[in-house]
Nanobody, 126 residues
Framework: QVQLVESGGGLVQAGGSLRLSCAAS????????MGWFRQAPGKEREFVAA????????YIADSVKGRFTISRDNAKSAMYLQMNSLKPEDTAVYYC???????????????????WGQGTQVTVSS
C-alpha cells in the first residue's frame, strides 16, 4: 500500500524559509514522478512543482519560480520542497503526490497523480 507523509510545515514570517519533506513507502519510487500541490482556504488545489522519477526533469509553477526548489532522494524514497522568500499568499495546505505509473517527465496535472498525502499546513504571516 502506497503511503505518503508530508512534514516540515509551520508558521513563518514573510521572507522566511521552510523545507517540506514527503516520505514515501509501499513501492520503489525511483521510476515514478512526484509533485507538490497546494490548496489555500476557499480556493482550488493548484500545482506547485513536479519532478520526474530520475530527478532529471523538474517543473515549477510561475507563481513560485525562483523561490521554490523541488528535489528528491530516491535512496530515501523522499521528495523535498525548499521554499524561500515566502509570501503570505503562499499560505496553504501543501500536498505531495506520486504518479501511479512510470512517467519520465514532471507532470503538472492532478489527474496524472494517483496517490496523495494528507497535507501539511504552511502559514506565512505578514
Amino acid at each position: 500500500q502506497v503511503q505518503l507523509v508530508e512534514s516540515g510545515g509551520g508558521l513563518v514570517q514573510a521572507g522566511g524559509s521552510l523545507r517540506l519533506s514527503c516520505a514515501a513507502s509501499g513501492r520503489t519510487f525511483s521510476r515514478y514522478a512526484m509533485g507538490w500541490f497546494r490548496q489555500a482556504p476557499g480556493k482550488e488545489r493548484e500545482f506547485v512543482a513536479a519532478i520526474s522519477g530520475s530527478g532529471s526533469n523538474t517543473y515549477i509553477a510561475d507563481s513560485v519560480k525562483g523561490r521554490f526548489t523541488i528535489s528528491r532522494d530516491n535512496a530515501k524514497s523522499a521528495m523535498y520542497l525548499q521554499m524561500n522568500s515566502l509570501k503570505p499568499e503562499d499560505t496553504a495546505v501543501y500536498y505531495c503526490a506520486v504518479s501511479p505509473q512510470y512517467i519520465n517527465y514532471a507532470p503538472r496535472v492532478e489527474s496524472e497523480y494517483g496517490y496523495w498525502g494528507q497535507g501539511t499546513q504552511v502559514t506565512v504571516s505578514s
